[in-house]
């Protein structure tokens, strides 16, 4: 995945660059290690769509904000939406979580990225397929390549 995603960037022509770092999952923790804000890391989280067996959402946030589930079922037209769970998530993206990256390079997973991760911050920050390494990429030109849908889909604060 992760040269797979360096080569999208490249002949996109994004404007990106790669930070080695430790193994590291954590939003806050990676932030802090990649010298980013945790709200820039792009936070993906693997969603089964529980009325279509084999789709999936990946769901894409603000490091720093929680996902709304049923914010995420109605931007993709579904009842319900849950968290899929550990093995799933590897099957079907080949990674770990916590290293899916806000990507989708298969028609069974749509991608919905939340309007707040883009409109806060000029670059994003992710874990590229590997908890001990991270791009940080330009919004335009990730907005541009992954052709997302923008949502609304993280929880209101209390």
Not at 52 to 57: D, H, L
Not at 130 to 156: E, W
Request: proline share 4%; charged share 25%.
């Amino acid at each position: 995945m992760f040269e797979r995603l360096q080569r999208l960037l490249a002949e996109g022509g994004a404007r990106y660059r790669v930070i080695a770092h430790p193994a590291e999952g954590n939003s806050h923790k990676v932030a802090e290690i990649r010298g980013t804000e945790v709200g820039q890391g792009a936070k993906a989280m693997l969603c089964r769509v529980r009325d279509a067996p084999g789709q999936f959402v990946l769901a894409v946030l603000p490091g720093d904000e929680r996902v709304d589930f049923n914010k995420v079922a109605a931007a993709v037209g579904a009842r319900k939406v849950k968290l899929a769970d550990a093995a799933d998530a590897e099957q079907a993206t080949g990674c770990a979580i916590g290293s899916i990256p806000p990507f989708s390079f298969d028609p069974a997973i749509r991608l919905v990225v939340d309007r707040q991760l883009l409109a806060r911050y000029g670059e994003i920050a992710f874990n590229a397929g590997r908890l001990d390494a991270s791009i940080v990429l330009n919004g335009d030109d990730y907005r541009r390549l992954a052709q997302p849908m923008l949502a609304d889909i993280c929880a209101i604060a209390e």
